[in-house]
Structure formats: C-alpha cells, structure tokens
C-alpha cells in the first residue's frame, strides 16, 4: 500500500516568511509524529498526534512552530517568520501501533 | 534528559563478514526498542524492533537486546554492501509515543 507521504520535498524560503509542510500518514495509522533532521544532528521529535489531539508538543522549538491534524489523517506542521536554524529535514512519520513508527521522504528546508 | 548513545563510526567490515552495531540508553524504564537504517539523503527505514530480552532474528538481522545492562545491538550476518548505510537505535518514550534516537552509526561494507 502508500506509504507516508510529505510536500513540498523541497522548499527554498527567504528568512522571515512562513512555511506550511504537509504530511499524508499510512491510511488507518492513528499516531502521527513530526521529526526534524539537521545536518550533524540527530533525529529531534517535534510533535505527535494521536488522532486529532496533540499529547505531546514538548520538542517544537518555539512558539513559531504549531501544527494540526485534521480528520484523523492529514498534518500541517507551520513555522512562522523562519530563521536560518529552521533549516533541516523535515520527517513526518506514522504508526498503527507500538510497532514501530513509518517514515515519509521528508521536506528539505533551507531558509535563504 | 533521556539519552540513546552510539558509536559514529564509521565502522568498516568486508563484505560477507558480520557487523555488530551497538546502542546503550539511559531510561532503565524503556520498554521498546528499533533499529532504523539510513541511506545517504533518504529517509529512515525500519528494519527490526525488539521488546524483550534476548535475540530476535530476522533473515540476515539479529537484534539484541539486554535490559539489565541497558544496550541494545544489531548483527548483521553476510554484510553487503548494499548495507552500507547508517544504522539508527531508537528508544520508545514510556510518557508517549516518541521514540528517542542515537545519532547513528555509519556502516561501510567493503566489497
């Protein structure tokens, strides 16, 4: 079946303006998480749905960072007035259960 | 602060040789573990989780895992290259769903 999906794969944006990623999960998975990869750094979670609500927001850097799900399905993750540190990978990714979570291709983000 | 910790390698092994990847953790409540691999501007994809104590085998992969000492590892046998890659340990947050991640080790199976 379809994987996770993400969009844009990539997105080139000047410092200061706002960014929406898009990430479609695995049809049926009910947790969905938002993950960002920077060069040299590891994997650092953002935020994560389980259905509609959000249990744990506790790695968005920022209040420029905020996220949604709607329907169960679709997550928008925002970031307001970028900085150049926003730059990085974006992953969504997707579980059904505790067995492991399903990563999508990411958005590459570079803020100019 | 709960930490997942790995050697960055890079770790070389010829090919068709076995190459043990290991991973300790600092949360001696961690109830799950995973193994992700890696491949250069790709995204991570699973290949093993584990739960309980002892080796789970799957094909050519062998995790590990020991609670009591708090490390996790990853064999695998008649290494490709193909497997070249770096290999992710993730930790399952008990107070959610997040999994916590090591910062990698990057194989490099020599042909």
């Known amino acids: 079946g379809a994987g996770v999906s993400q969009s844009p794969s990539n997105k080139v944006t000047e410092k200061g303006k706002d960014v929406e990623l898009r990430c479609d999960p695995i049809s049926g998975h009910t947790a969905l998480y938002w993950y960002r990869q920077s060069l040299g750094q590891g994997l650092e979670f953002l935020i994560y749905?389980?259905?509609?609500?959000?249990?744990?927001k506790s790695g968005l850097p920022s209040d420029r960072f905020s996220a949604e799900r709607t329907g169960g399905s679709v997550s928008t993750l925002t970031i307001q007035r970028t900085q150049q540190e926003d730059s990085a990978v974006y992953l969504c990714?997707?579980?059904?259960?505790?067995?492991?979570?399903?990563f999508g291709p990411g958005t590459r983000l570079t803020v100019t | 602060q709960k930490e997942v910790e790995q050697n960055s390698g890079p770790l070389s092994v010829p090919e068709g040789a076995i190459a043990s990847l290991n991973c300790t953790y600092s949360?001696?409540?961690?109830?799950?573990f995973f193994w992700y691999r890696q491949y250069s501007g790709k995204s991570p994809e699973l290949i093993m989780f584990i739960y309980s104590n002892g080796d789970k085998e799957d094909g050519r992969f062998t995790a590990q895992l020991n609670k009591a000492s708090q490390y996790v590892s990853l064999l695998i046998r008649d290494s490709q290259p193909s497997d070249s890659a770096t290999y992710l340990c993730a930790v399952g947050d008990n107070q959610g769903g997040k999994l916590i991640f090591g910062q990698g080790t990057e194989l490099s199976v020599k042909p």
């Open positions: 990714a997707s579980s059904l259960s505790t067995y492991g979570q399903y």
């Open positions: 749905f389980q259905g509609n609500s959000a249990p744990d």
């Open positions: 949360d001696r409540g961690s109830q799950s």
